[in-house]
Structure formats: structure tokens, C-alpha cells
């Protein structure tokens, strides 16, 4: 079932063809409030009691036209100027193909570095998320630019079941920097991946342990980017054993996935937050969403029969 929602998160003639069917954009709402940023921030407000913190990414990648990544520049920065008042500012997580990689490099590296400023006059972070494994090089280039360029606000996504993902954990250590951990969602090769789902785990549970003891010492940000809350306890029970405390661990879900389950690691003194997605052009995302986890698929089908409010659980 993974391979073939892979599959079609990368078909052409599906991507252009499903989104404009009923169901389908009935079933993306469990996974996103909206297309625009009206609706992304309506969400946060209903959030906002809870203590949580907020992010917000504006569903996108691999982008035609330079002129599209600076429309994607100036949205973010529109968000951080709004008029609408969350208690706590929102973070902005930002694909890098969405803002030029794929054309430009340079242009890319300039949008995210007036963004790193902006969201430090506004106190907040930006998050750098890591895409397919071709371009993990580039992102990972593009995040060192930026801390060498003085932004200690931003953040970086690794992922755990690619191979290669301990050795750039190493590399980025010595930054300080602010990792979020999350296991992976591409269709990738078994020669440079983990597909196994014990063995993703295993490779994240090790990573996390890393990053947790830097976090410790206050050399990193670690955020466990998953909603697999029996890895997030036996991670912390680990780390608790080397003195990492809870309140060490962040833990950052998906908006509309598990909300309770947040919730209730939060009681338990896990920092957590939500990551809201938002835009039109969410279909591959969404896909990936469904191949992460198959209870996903579940809800996913629960569309076809006459709606009925949901918990969001």
C-alpha cells in the first residue's frame, strides 16, 4: 500500500486529476483547514488555549519559475505581518525547492536568508524541511550558509531512515543546531534507505538519543517529528536514564492527526506543538501523508460514507 500511494503522490495525470474530486478534498481536510492562510491561522486561534506552539507551512515544491519562489518569499513574510494575534508567534517551515533550489541556488539561499532575519525580528524560528534524498546535500549546504551567516533561529529536518542520516547528524552537530526528527516519507531504494518499519525505527530511536543528549547540554533544539507516541516514550524512558529531561524533547504532530495523543504527552511535560499545513497545491503531500502511517488511509476512507464529526484522533 506504501509503494503504490508513493506512486501516485509522484503521478503526473493523478496529481492533476484527484484533487478536483469531492471526496478527495473532503478527505485532505482531516490533514490541513484550508488552502489559505485565513484558514491556517482560524486553526491556530482554536489551538491557542491549549499552549501549544504553532507552524505553519504553505503546501509546495519544485517550482517552475523563479518568480514563483519570490511569491513564496513574500507570502511568508506577509504571515509574519499579520494583524491576527496568536499568544505565541508562529514558526514558518519552509521546503527549499519551494523557494528556487531546483532553478536557482543562490536565489534560494537569498529568500531563505531574508527569512531567517525576518522571523528574528519577529522571535520566532524558520525551519528548513528536508526533502527527497537527492537533495539532501544541497539542504543541508543551505542550512550551514545560514548559521554561518549568524540566523541561530532556524532549523533543519532529518530523516531517519535514510542511511546516510548518522554521519549528517554528526556534521551538523558542532552548529548547535535545531533538529527535527522524522522518519521519512519518499519513495526511496533500499540501498539508501531503511523500508522496514522495525528498522526505521531502531534508526530513529538511535538518532533521537544523540540529539537528546545535545539537547541536554544545550547544544541542540531536538524535536521528535512523529506521531508514534510509543517510540516518543520509549525514546524518553531511554533519555531520562542519561538525565535528559522531558522538557528536552519537543514533540511537533500534524494538525487533525493524533490530537489528543498530543495533548496528553504535553500534560506529560513534553513541549509540543502543531504543524499546520495549508495551500492549494497539497496533493503529493497529502499522499505521503496516507503512505506514512495506514490508519491515515482509514480516515482517508471514512469520506466515502455520510460525514460525521470526528475527534480529529
Known sequence: MRTILLWMARNSWLRERL??????????????????RESAFGAAAGLAASGQGILFTRLGENLAALPEADEVAAHYRALLDREVWLPREPEL????????????????????????????????WLWLDMEGSTYVDATLDLYER??????????????????????????LLPLEPAVRLV???????????????????AAYQALALVLAEAARDGRARCALGTHD?????????????????????????????????????????????????YGAFWYPWYMRRLAERPANVLFALRQLLPQQDDARE
Open 146 to 171: 545560514l548559521r554561518a551567516a549568524a540566523h541561530a533561529n532556524v532549523g533543519i529536518c532529518l530523516q531517519a531512515y535514510l542511511k546516510r542520516t548518522p554521519k549528517d547528524l554528526r556534521r
Open 183 to 201: 522518519k521519512g516519507a519518499y519513495d526511496e531504494p533500499s540501498a539508501i534507505a531503511y523500508r522496514r518499519r522495525p528498522e526505521v525505527d
Open 19 to 36: 484533487p478536483r474530486l469531492g471526496f478527495v478534498r473532503r478527505a485532505v481536510r482531516r490533514f490541513m483547514p484550508g488552502e489559505d
Open 229 to 277: 507516541s510509543g517510540l516518543i516514550e520509549r525514546i524518553a524512558a531511554f533519555a531520562e536514564s542519561a538525565d535528559v529531561s522531558r522538557g528536552s524533547l519537543e514533540v511537533h504532530m500534524l494538525y487533525g492527526i493524533r490530537a489528543r495523543e498530543l495533548a496528553r504527552l504535553q500534560a506529560a511535560g513534553f513541549p509540543a506543538f502543531t504543524l499546520i499545513a
Open 93 to 124: 517551515s519552509v521546503k527549499p525547492t519551494q523557494l528556487g533550489l531546483d532553478i536557482d541556488a543562490e536565489a534560494c539561499f537569498r529568500h531563505l536568508d531574508g527569512l531567517a532575519a525576518r522571523t528574528a525580528e519577529a522571535g520566532t
